[in-house]
């Protein structure tokens, strides 16, 4: 099997060594990938990554037999369906079904219809639908830009003028607004693989979405993430795919659109059960970090078989016991302002089973040296025996980064790691 993998990020780059462990994947390309791909994998650009016919073009070229999209933006914009047309075997929802994340709204509607519980929600698009909304939910205040917003598209917050701007910068680039009831309770991400009608859940992770330790500060597209969950109830993989991705899949498929990929469930574990944060169309990152680092089962074939409704077809899918974290390490100012064009050192060589480092914001400079280039650079991921020695993995390989200004959270899985994580009964 040949595979190309669409994206730049740490995420593509936890794919693209997930897919170069499989032994039936043959050669592994990535465009445009990014330096750390460049090591382990071909490496090629294109001018965008969201232009169906361009990545149609270049698999072809490639002879690739298998197309995973890793971004959001691509698969809204329907670039899965280009592929399917040329004949090419793909990993990804069409656009019609990616609109599970590219519309908070139409995700309620699915939600809705397929009777998964979930928060009450205003879809507003005036500023004073937006008030009412506030005053109808309470404190703390769930304020969501409708559309694609790479993770930072959410304010929660128990001030209404906060909840108000929030809305007032959604609405000035013409968007509309979701207000939500808060859901309180530990989080949860759990990826669950679908063709369309089969659905085989991945491990939980729980994500880090504030900047500072003790979530604080506002909110990025994660700053780290764990997993296994330990405290987590035992029932919870089979209680959600029962109650929210089956029927989710099977309305989306009722509805001639059916989902083909991977359907992320964001839960809140409130009191009175699993309740749905929000879906994405894509794996999460940096959950897919730890995810993929602990999946036995060959990554490649499970892909191929989503991709080709095949997935009823594949044995259980199996996992190594060993626990995985994953700290990012992020530019100074971010996620406000992030600085980029600076060295980064003590990231060299492609490290090891039990800890290595995935690039995500990096770049090359004209003279071939290592550079900032994004908001979050890069993702340091340690594997263990339990989560404490996976933390221990990690952050030593976060204390040998060197990178002007930058900062990462210094608690991903200390509390899972303590045992002090508490899922609040009804």
Not at 186 to 213: M, N, W, Y
Not at 348 to 370: C, F, I, N, P, Q
Not at 389 to 405: P, S
């Amino acid at each position: 099997m040949r595979a190309l993998v669409i994206g730049s990020g740490a995420r593509e780059h936890a794919i693209v060594r997930g897919l170069l462990g499989d032994p039936e994947v043959t050669q592994v390309y990535a465009a445009p990938g990014n330096p750390g791909i460049a090591a382990v994998a071909h490496c090629h650009p294109i001018s965008d990554i969201a232009d169906g016919s361009a990545v149609v073009a270049l698999a072809r070229e490639l002879g690739s037999d298998l197309v995973v999209i890793g971004p959001e933006v691509p698969l809204v914009a329907g670039v899965a369906d280009a592929l399917r047309a040329a004949g090419i075997s793909t990993f990804g929802p069409s656009g019609a079904a990616a609109q599970l994340e590219g519309s908070k709204a139409f995700a309620k509607e699915i939600m809705a219809a397929a009777d998964v519980p979930t928060a009450r929600c205003y879809v507003c698009t005036t500023p004073d639908e937006v008030s009412a909304a506030l005053g109808a939910t309470g404190a703390p205040y769930v304020v969501k830009d409708d559309g694609l917003a790479a993770g930072k598209g959410v304010v929660v917050t128990d001030s209404t003028d906060a909840a108000g701007e929030h809305a007032e910068h959604c609405f000035a680039g013409g968007g509309s607004v979701v207000v939500e009831e808060f859901l309180g309770g530990p989080e949860v991400s759990l990826f669950c693989i679908t063709d369309g009608t089969t659905v085989r859940p991945l491990a939980p992770a729980q994500d880090f979405k504030r900047v500072h330790d003790g979530d604080e500060g506002p909110n990025t597209g994660g700053m780290g993430a764990y997993s296994p969950l330990p405290w987590a109830p035992e029932d919870l993989v089979d209680d959600v795919v029962t109650r929210i991705a089956q029927p989710t899949v099977d309305e989306m498929r009722r509805r001639g659109t059916p989902f083909s990929g991977v359907l992320y469930v964001g839960l809140a574990l409130t009191p009175a059960g699993p309740r749905v944060i929000e879906f994405n169309a894509r794996f999460g990152d940096p959950e897919t970090q730890v995810v993929l680092a602990r999946l036995r089962t060959p990554l490649g074939g499970l892909l191929r078989a989503a991709a080709e409704g095949a997935l009823a077809e594949l044995p259980p899918l199996a996992w190594k016991d060993d626990a995985a974290v994953t700290v990012v390490v992020a530019s100074e100012n971010y996620p406000a302002s992030p600085r980029t064009g600076d060295p980064i050192d003590g990231v060299d060589g492609e490290g090891s089973d039990e800890a290595y480092v995935l690039h995500a914001g990096t770049s090359r400079d004209d003279s071939g040296a290592l550079v900032s280039s994004g908001g979050r650079v890069l993702s340091a991921v340690g594997v263990g025996a339990d989560l404490a020695a996976a933390r221990t993995a990690a952050y030593k390989l976060v204390d040998g980064v060197q990178l002007r200004g930058s900062h990462h959270r210094t608690e991903i899985a200390q509390q899972a790691a303590d045992g002090t994580v508490t899922v609040p009964s009804a």
